[in-house]
């Protein structure tokens, strides 16, 4: 992963471990198919004031999630109950609405993870 090289990926997209797309001025939703990258682990779409929808339902492999500082909406997937190595949680700053699903595993992060939802 290098932030600021522009890279292209045509056949092997299951090398990527990491996309950091933060503070990208991205706009629009985040699309479903970025959680079909068999080796992706990580995920920063943070700072991105104008990236709306909703996280994407099937984060099951993922061990650092940042989707702070931005317009999502909707509910915080049941599956990151699931996620037995996440490391990284940052949600704050959103207009998320739905509880924060149960699971011990979840219980690491504190309310600075799911701050102003």
Known sequence: MWKGNGVKYVNNMTL???INLSSDNLVGEIRSEITKLVG???LNFSINDNLSGSIPQ?????NS???SRNQLTG?????????????VLNLSHNNLSARIP????????????????
């Open 16 to 18: 990527m471990k990491l």
């Open 40 to 42: 992706l682990v990580g």
């Open 58 to 62: 099937y984060i099951d492999h993922m």
């Open 65 to 67: 999630l940042n989707f």
């Open 75 to 87: 509910s915080i997937p049941t599956s990151l109950s699931e996620l037995s190595f996440l490391g």
């Open 102 to 117: 149960s699971s011990n595993k979840l219980l690491t992060f504190n309310e600075l993870s799911y701050m102003l939802n």
